[in-house]
């Protein structure tokens, strides 16, 4: 048997492709990107790129030790049999953030919009909608605590999925406060889950003496009827004053746009520099446990990276699983056309100079040619298979007063046109 792609891998591929889905179809992706570009790069974010594989040290304190990430899923990057201490990003936001540190982004006006597209890598358990190999699109903004800037991130968040036809969405918000409200939080969580210590999963133990928090994110179900018997208080009722009044503004501008949303006090980030606002994005489609965007504000990870502090927030969503969520929505793509003008030569001397009025045509339209002469009949066919608007033909009569026939595949119009006037002519017929 040939070679197979790697387990939890996909190939992007070209529209027509035998068992193609909206999430293996290269055109889609396209799509999700070209849309996030036009939403985000409006509202003033640059797109950046970072490098696919990092030092293991940033990824740990950026994704934080404790999660299964980096315990459990970290690809390791080795290199002439020696191991460079380097891994493939599971993620964007700390490679993100020490650009900013290392360019001096600081230097740039804030609040300071980026935007960035491209593939991750975890060793997951491989499942619908969970891959090894996966790709998002991350929007992060550094230098402000505004709570407007948080409510401009959702806000943009939800135009995107809007504008690419999502409708089954819903924001799930909460917040997790400041780190001394966390602190009386988790003091709370341990006092509630020591008594019942047994009943606790293993990694959960591990969690009640490191981080409590992360005990209510956990996927064992026996964890989770020990949170759901013991009525466990949200960290909601445990903000303090600042935290809260900025979370109320947040509120306050959603609602004032119109922008929907659904409070969930469930929403936490057991890391240390995760701040106050945190929302998921779920589809009625893709499944209640799998969001299709994980954000927040993370004002001490550039700190936690050995840097200055300063604030972030940021999304980001994994394109597969919003393709997964507009099939389930229905969503068509927009069909793309073919070629704007398809050339076919009509007998194998002429086929040259289709090749070159076709190459010249690219200047203004695009344009293809058949690589081997046909009679009219086949090159209409041909010209249907590939979509296009325009075939033009070239025999010899044409190939003599430097003219081609077109014809519309369409309307049926007919037209010789000479050579020099095909791009006015195009042109006007686009009109
Ligand atoms: P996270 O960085 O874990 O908050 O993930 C953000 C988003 O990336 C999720 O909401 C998913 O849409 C997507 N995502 C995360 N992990 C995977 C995966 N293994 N396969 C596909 N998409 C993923």
Not at 97 to 122: E, I, N, S
Not at 335 to 340: F, H, L
Request: with cysteine; charged share 25%; proline share 5%.
């Amino acid at each position: 048997m040939a070679i197979q792609r790697p387990k939890g891998t996909q190939d992007h591929l070209p529209s027509g492709s035998p068992k193609l889905s909206l999430d293996t179809r290269a055109a889609a992706f396209e799509y999700v990107r070209d849309t996030a570009r036009r939403v985000l790069e409006r509202a003033g974010a640059q797109r950046i790129d970072t490098p696919l594989f990092e030092e293991a040290e940033l990824v740990k304190r950026g994704v934080g030790g404790s999660t299964d990430i980096v315990r459990k899923e970290m690809f390791t990057v080795y290199y002439f049999g020696d191991h460079g201490g380097y891994v493939l990003r599971p993620e964007g936001t700390a490679g993100i953030v020490r650009a900013y540190l290392q360019g001096g982004w600081k230097q740039l006006p804030a609040p300071l919009k980026v935007w960035l597209h491209g593939p991750m890598f975890r060793a997951e358990n491989v499942q619908k909608g969970r891959l090894r190999q996966f790709h998002q699109v991350d929007y992060e903004v550094f230098g402000s605590t505004d709570p407007l800037v948080d409510a401009e991130a959702i806000a943009l968040l939800v135009e995107v999925v809007r504008e690419l036809g999502l409708k089954q969405v819903k924001v799930k918000l909460g917040s997790i406060g400041d780190p001394e409200d966390r602190e009386a939080y988790n003091a709370y969580l341990r006092d509630l889950f020591t008594p019942h210590l047994e009943r606790l999963s293993d990694d959960s133990k591990d969690r009640l003496t490191r981080n409590p928090m992360r005990i209510l994110d956990s996927k064992s179900e026996g964890d989770q009827q020990l949170i759901a018997e013991l009525g466990v208080r949200p960290m909601l009722e445990f903000l303090g004053e600042d935290a809260a009044a900025h979370f109320a503004q947040v509120q306050r501008y959603l609602t004032d746009w119109g922008v929907p949303y659904d409070l969930d006090p469930s929403i936490v980030r057991g890391l240390d520099y995760y701040r106050r606002t945190a929302w998921e994005l779920h589809h009625e489609g893709v499944g209640a446990k799998s969001a299709l965007c994980g954000g927040g504000r993370y004002d001490g990870l550039a700190e936690q990276l050995g840097g200055q502090a300063v604030p972030g927030i940021g999304w980001a969503f994994g394109i597969e699983r919003l393709l997964l969520a507009m099939e389930a929505d229905g969503v068509e793509l927009p069909v793309s056309s073919g070629p704007q003008l398809y050339l076919v030569a009509l007998d194998e001397e002429n086929v040259p100079l289709a090749a070159k009025t076709a190459l010249e045509a690219r200047a203004y339209a695009r344009a293809e040619f058949a690589y081997r002469a046909m009679k009219p009949g086949s090159a209409f066919k041909d010209a249907e298979r590939r979509r296009a608007v325009w075939v033009g033909l070239i025999g010899s009569d044409e190939a003599a007063q430097g003219t081609v026939s077109l014809k519309h595949m369409e309307t049926g119009e007919q037209k010789v046109v000479p050579v020099g006037e095909l791009a006015a002519f195009l042109q006007k017929s686009d009109d």
